[in-house]
């Protein structure tokens, strides 16, 4: 069955992708890390690979990126490989905000001023102090070496320049990093935790790396082509549910009733989504629509999502 779809994705990737990147001169490349804005603007990528790792790829796929908020969705399951729910979800709720990704307004909100889900830039800081480790070079190496195994990429890297960039303009992350501070939700150096954050967020994949990741979240931790087990289920289970909340900012119910598919879009352009027992898919696209997701990404997976039948509703 899922070699059958693998054929005919074959025949209809290369044109439809074609298709979707006309439209990314409506999207605007991110700009606020200045080294992002170095991508180029017509760029459009995919990689979708299933369990017997046979694949099918169009556009620009072999182009490297980084994770940015991608990143979020494996740095929460590390932190609750290392601590458990409850210790986890006493420091960050479960909800949606409706808001922007790096958003304060609602910081306050929540008792007793913990942010309202990992996914958002607030979450993630505070995941990232929750992961295990001595000293933030620790924190970050446990990070990298987690993602490679699940990425089966030994040589998967930060991209200095993009870490640069960040830690240089990040005020704004700054300021979320000592608000939780004063909130007492950070325990530890705030600029050692954003060192964490900054880092993971620059790692650097490409839509194949994507794709393999998100497979071993399509086959509920277990990475299908090896065999091995690299993330409880119900660890899986967690971030699938927040991946379909909060996975694509606030356009997290439109995604959900065009596309219904647990998804994670980064600034950069990237996205990672699966299809449940059946496919992981890498993406990429820098030109973003207004709410922050890849616009021509997004117009592709609809379109792959409506003509398979993919939607989990
Ligand atoms: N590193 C980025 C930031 O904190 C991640 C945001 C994103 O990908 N939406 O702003």
Redesign the pocket.
């Known amino acids: 069955m899922s070699n059958a779809a693998m054929e005919r994705l074959n025949q209809l990737l290369p044109e439809w992708l074609e298709t979707s990147r006309l439209h990314t001169g409506q999207g605007k490349v991110?700009s606020?890390?200045p080294e992002l804005f170095k991508a180029s603007q017509d760029e459009l990528g995919i990689h979708i690979m299933n369990a017997e790792g046979n694949h099918v790829s169009a556009g620009d796929c072999g182009v490297p990126f980084?994770?940015?908020?991608?990143?979020?969705v494996f740095t929460l399951i590390l932190a609750l490989m290392d601590h458990g729910e409850e210790a986890v979800f006493f420091n960050v709720g479960k909800e949606p905000t409706g808001d922007d990704?790096?958003s304060m307004i609602k910081l306050e909100l929540v008792e007793p001023g913990i942010p309202f889900n990992p996914l958002i830039?607030a979450g993630?800081?505070t995941v990232s102090s929750l992961i295990a480790g001595d000293c933030k070079e620790e924190k970050s190496r446990r990070i990298l070496e987690f993602f490679r195994k699940l990425a089966n990429n030994d040589r998967l890297d930060y991209n200095e320049s993009v870490y640069q960039s960040?830690s240089e303009t990040?005020h704004?992350?700054r300021s979320l990093g000592y608000f939780l501070k004063h909130n007492g939700v950070l325990k530890d150096d705030v600029e050692d935790v954003l060192a964490v954050?900054?880092r993971h967020?620059?790692i650097e994949v490409t839509c194949a790396d994507l794709a393999r990741m998100a497979l071993v979240l399509a086959y509920d931790g277990t990475d299908p082509i090896t065999g091995i087990e690299l993330i409880p289920r119900r660890y899986v289970q967690i971030a699938k549910t927040f991946m379909t909340t909060c996975g694509m900012?606030n356009a997290s119910g439109e995604f959900a009733i065009q596309v219904g598919l647990p998804a994670k879009?980064?600034?950069?352009g990237g996205i990672l989504t699966l299809v449940p027992g059946q496919f992981g898919i890498g993406l990429v696209g820098p030109a973003l629509n207004r709410k922050?997701n890849s616009i021509a990404g997004v117009h592709l997976l609809e379109r792959l999502s409506k003509e398979f039948d993919w939607s989990f509703f």
């Open positions: 991110a606020y890390i980084t994770m940015q908020s991608i990143s979020k990704y790096d830039n993630a800081i960040e990040g704004l992350n954050y900054f967020c620059s900012y879009s980064g600034v950069s922050g």
